[in-house]
């Protein structure tokens, strides 16, 4: 993780099979833990940032309606901050697509993003 510690992926997440079962006033709640976990495996850090614009896509259609499926764009990035307990964050944005069905993993060079 020291030689390629700053990283930008994209993800496709199915939060159809992670909120199978939860109750209906619970779902955009639960879809935000849901999205820090996954962050939290894929990027190896505790400290997941969601941005303004991914809460606003997961409410956008109420508590009830989370979409299914989402594409996610994960950056691991230094913490500049000087009492940090961690070096490295994992900030969360939405990649706005037609459909998320049947994308892959995708790394994104970080002049692209």
Do not use: C
């Amino acid at each position: 993780m020291a030689l390629q510690d700053v990283v930008t992926r994209e993800y496709t997440i199915n939060l159809h099979k992670r909120l199978h079962g939860v109750h209906f006033k619970k779902r955009a709640p639960n879809a935000v833990k849901e999205i820090k976990k996954f962050a939290t495996l894929h990027m190896g850090t505790s400290d997941v940032r969601l941005d303004p614009k991914l809460n606003v896509q997961l409410w956008k259609r109420g508590v009830q309606g989370v979409e299914n499926r989402m594409r996610l764009r994960i950056s691991r990035k230094r913490n500049d901050e000087e009492n940090a307990k961690e070096k490295l964050f994992a900030l969360v944005e939405p990649v706005t697509v037609a459909s998320a069905k049947g994308l892959h993993t995708v790394v994104v060079d970080e002049d692209e993003a």
